[in-house]
């Protein structure tokens, strides 16, 4: 069941530290791994919860086209502002097959689209000339990169070149300073949950041109993403989230909270930052 009074609270504390914008059903969302009730049911408390403040982004990051087209539906009923897309997977795909998909949802969605290049997830890359040809429908609003490929990354920010509007994104915390520096719009990181106005904070460093600054940044976003390493990744997020009181650290079976241990260890790391967790 979705506890939609710690939605409200992860909400406004990522709206009360600087944030434009929730993306709600991504990865660290887990929207894959929710029924069509409880991403319904995220949707419409991130809303509520929103006010209007900012507006709400939902994943339908479904394997098929015609899972995504149902969930981008019930996605539009509850109020979302735009969908993330990105590849669909289980089977290998070509870029033919991702922009099919893309385009099919679409024409059959007012909604505009967000779209969302994670091959960790999806096993199926989008490629900068897949992206560039779709980027030509000014209802794909830019895109969101967590690749962790800076190459790739440098071709959705030529797209630019040809459509200013287009906004390219960067969801690889490693790569926030290097990407804001190169001329990226934003950043959508999983860590902002709990450390919001540190991705502000560099946010702001970068666009007034302070590299020292940013570098400095950088330096303690990478020491948080050490956390990652202490169990998988999601589960010690969420233990991060949880120990600052940002929900309750449990994630989607078949996954596991992180253990005693592993909080204890991930607690060490967020205390180093200045973070005051309750292990």
Not at 167 to 189: C, I, K, M, T, Y
Request: glycine share 10%; charged share 15%.
């Amino acid at each position: 069941e979705l506890d939609g009074d710690a939605l409200a609270t992860v909400v406004n504390h990522i709206l009360g530290g600087g944030c434009s914008g929730l993306f709600v059903l991504g990865g660290c969302g887990e929207g894959a791994w929710l029924t069509r009730e409880q991403r319904s049911a995220v949707i419409r408390a991130a809303t509520r919860a929103a006010g209007g403040r900012a507006p709400v982004l939902a994943g339908v990051m479904l394997p098929a086209s015609g899972a995504a087209i149902e969930a981008a539906r019930q996605a539009a009923d509850d109020g979302a502002d735009a969908l993330v897309v990105g590849s669909p997977y289980y089977f290998n795909v070509d870029a033919v097959a991702q922009q099919r998909h893309v385009e099919t949802i679409l024409s059959a969605m007012p909604l505009p689209i967000l779209l969302y290049n994670i091959p960790q997830a999806t096993h199926n890359p989008l490629a900068p000339s897949t992206v560039a040809r779709l980027a030509q429908d000014p209802r794909i609003l830019g895109i969101k990169d967590s690749a962790g490929d800076f190459e790739a990354f440098q071709g959705f920010l030529a797209i630019k070149k040809r459509r200013a509007d287009f906004r390219v994104l960067q969801g690889n915390e490693h790569f926030a300073s290097a990407s804001l520096l190169q001329g990226a719009d934003g950043l959508v990181p999983g860590m902002a949950n709990f450390a919001p106005a540190l991705f502000v904070s560099l946010h702001h460093a970068a666009a007034r041109g302070e590299v020292a600054a940013c570098a400095a940044l950088q330096e303690k976003i990478t020491d948080l993403c050490a956390l990652h390493g202490h169990g998988h990744w999601l589960p010690a997020l969420k233990a991060a989230c949880a120990m600052l009181g940002l929900g309750n650290g449990v994630p989607s079976l078949p996954l596991l909270p992180a253990t005693a241990e592993q909080r204890r260890a991930i607690a060490v790391i967020l205390a180093r930052h200045g973070f005051h967790p309750n292990p």
